[in-house]
């Protein structure tokens, strides 16, 4: 035989406790909605054209871009025409430095490279 067992007891009504929980809840969502993160967006870009001392492009060189702000290195490669590009960068200040081979050029920068925009950055030769 089946029997139905109902709910003997009720739920208690909110502590002040509970309340303010429940208050610092609305709260924090309220302001992580409607205000800026945290974190920037990273999308800003450095790029530029990789050349010797003769000007001619450098495919397959190494550029360093290194935050002044943070500390932060990001290499790239020269592709043909020894273009070079680092997407996602965070907004900041940033300098520029071509190496490899056993070579390395002078530091260039830093340039402040705003949100959202690309900046562009010819390595020393």
């Known amino acids: 035989m089946l029997r139905h067992i109902g709910l003997a007891t009720k739920i208690p009504p909110r502590t002040l406790v509970g309340k303010r929980l429940y208050a610092l809840l609305i709260l924090f ?5 409607f205000s800026r993160p945290a974190f920037s967006v990273q999308n800003s870009t ?8 003769s000007g001619a492009p ?5 550029v360093k871009v290194t935050s002044a702000d943070t500390g932060l290195t990001v290499m790239a ?3 043909e025409k020894g273009r070079y590009s680092t997407p996602s960068l965070l907004p900041g200040r940033y300098s520029v430095q071509g190496v490899g081979g056993g070579f390395q050029s002078d530091v260039r920068g ?3 490279v705003e949100s ?4 562009e950055f ?3 030769t």
């Not at 969502?29 to 909605?33: K, S, Y």
């Not at 450095?46 to 001392?53: D, L, P, T, Y």
């Not at 450098?58 to 190494?62: C, K, L, T």
């Not at 959202?116 to 900046?119: E, L, N, S, V």
Request: net charge positive.
């Open 58 to 62: 450098v495919a397959g060189a190494f």
């Open 46 to 53: 450095v790029e530029g054209v990789v050349k010797n001392a």
């Open 29 to 33: 969502l309220c302001i992580a909605a």
């Open 77 to 79: 490669i020269s592709r």
């Open 110 to 112: 830093p340039a402040e």
């Open 122 to 124: 010819m390595p020393p």
């Open 116 to 119: 959202g925009k690309m900046m």
